[in-house]
């Protein structure tokens, strides 16, 4: 990589400070972060990781489609649950940024982190969901 290629991807990373990369090419996920988008009007931007520079999103593939992930200066900070309280913690909405800061919070958070994981394996049975949003299956 030269000199302009390399100075270009480190400032493409760098300009994601607080940026929340879900999955573009599902109806589910893409009407959930509208909802919470109109509603809370988050500070955090969201943007399909589809539309991330390609550098990032290719060093986390496994966790985009599986998860959001909350990234800050081309680093994850947060993927699940985390990175929606994250989401709706940077809203001016009071009502949005409490419950983001309640889903930090054991055991609120361990909670969330369950639903979220239900929620993201079965998003293609979700309304606006479809055969592209479901997982590839995963033994664990």
Request: proline share 7%; aromatic share 6%.
């Amino acid at each position: 990589m030269d000199d302009t290629a390399r100075n270009s991807a480190s400032a493409g990373a760098t300009e994601l400070r607080n940026v929340l990369a879900f999955d573009g090419d599902c109806g589910f996920c893409q009407a959930a972060v509208r909802q919470m988008q109109l509603r809370a009007r988050p500070r955090t931007k969201a943007v399909a990781w589809q539309n991330l520079p390609p550098e990032l999103p290719q060093a986390h593939l496994g966790r985009l489609d599986r998860e959001v992930l909350l990234f800050d200066g081309g680093q994850v900070r947060y993927g699940g649950a985390p990175a929606l309280a994250g989401f709706l913690g940077s809203s001016p909405v009071r009502r949005y940024r409490l419950i983001g800061n309640c889903l930090r919070l054991p055991p609120i958070s361990l909670a969330a982190h369950v639903i979220y994981r239900a929620v993201a394996r079965n998003r293609h049975r979700m309304p606006g969901g479809t055969a592209a949003c479901s997982l590839p299956r995963i033994t664990d």
